[in-house]
């Protein structure tokens, strides 16, 4: 019963063998799973969550269609009462679908701990909001990013303000922040950092060819008034400049270059 509904709604092959594969659905019988999993899919369509939507919280989270729908409104209500609103659930619902599995009590005793690493309670909402999946990261990991990013040279000050306007650095390898901070420094644009967090999420590699390919190809310097030129998405890049990453890439490697790179550059 249950696979034939899921494929009447569209869901794909791969996540209908997703969730049949997940432990806690497997000692489910086919009858209680069919119930839970038709009382969930409209719970969550009347909240407000499109099909799309649904189908990739259910294939990041099965286990979601073993839990009561009555237990998931409880967390839906309890992020209402925090000040978000509908749209802004469903989207961090989408980003972090255990929180569903979560109780209200165990979620404020998250938004707590964080606030014991120096933020406000505002500021823990809004690096909340902005970025759900925070709430499963162990305070040790969060503590840990803050005190890497001091020995890049930020100052407390100049962390928190990063953190807060752009949480998801706090889940990142700190190799990877590293190493585009060491590129970022020798060209002297680590600045954006501050500028524009988000931009350390884009790999080095692709960083560096691109600054290269405007140095070399385009005799131009990208200074911090047009680093918007390489930090952008790749279908954008190629259709305003005509070359694609890959070629870059391949051009400019950046770990075989690196002596180029710092030297030179």
Same mark, same amino acid.
């Given at each position: ?43 969550? #369509? ?18 979601? =269609? ?12 309890? /992020? ?25 009590? #165990?979620? %404020? ?15 823990? /909402? ?11 990261? @162990? ?12 020995? /890049? ?19 990142? @390898? ?9 590129? /970022? %420094? #020798?060209?002297?644009?680590? &600045? ?13 590699? &692709? ?7 405007? %140095? ?31 070629? =870059? =890439? ?16």
């Amino acid at each position: 019963m249950t696979r034939e509904f899921l494929e009447k709604l569209k869901f794909p092959e791969k996540t209908i063998t997703r969730i049949f594969n997940n432990e806690d659905v497997k000692e489910c019988s086919d009858e209680t799973l069919y119930k839970h999993t038709k009382e969930n899919i409209k719970g969550f #369509s009347e909240y407000g969550f499109p099909i799309k939507d649904i189908i990739i919280i259910i294939n990041k989270n099965p286990r979601c =269609l073993t839990i009561k729908f009555s237990s998931i409104l409880d967390v839906l209500n309890y /992020l209402e009462t925090l000040g978000y609103d509908k749209h802004k659930i469903t989207k961090m619902i989408k980003l972090c679908p255990k929180l569903l599995e979560r109780n209200i009590e #165990s979620i %404020k005793k998250r938004l707590k701990d964080i606030e014991t690493l120096g933020y406000t309670r505002e500021e823990v /909402l809004k690096m909340f909001g902005d970025f759900s999946a925070i709430e499963e990261l @162990s305070l040790n990991k969060l503590s840990q990013m803050q005190k890497d990013l001091q020995t /890049l040279g930020y100052t407390e000050e100049e962390i928190h303000y990063i953190t807060v306007k752009f949480s998801q650095i706090l889940t990142s @390898s700190f190799e990877r922040i590293s190493s585009m901070y060491e590129f /970022l %420094k #020798s060209v002297n644009l680590e &600045k954006i950092v501050l500028q524009t967090p988000s931009n350390v999420m884009q790999s080095v590699k &692709k960083t560096y060819a691109r600054y290269m390919y405007f %140095k070399e190809e385009k005799e131009e310097i990208i200074t911090l008034e047009s680093t918007a030129k390489i930090f952008t998405s790749s279908k954008r890049f190629q259709n305003r400049f005509g070359v694609s990453d890959e070629y =870059l =890439l391949n051009k400019y490697p950046y770990i075989e270059n690196r002596e180029r790179k710092i030297n030179n550059v």
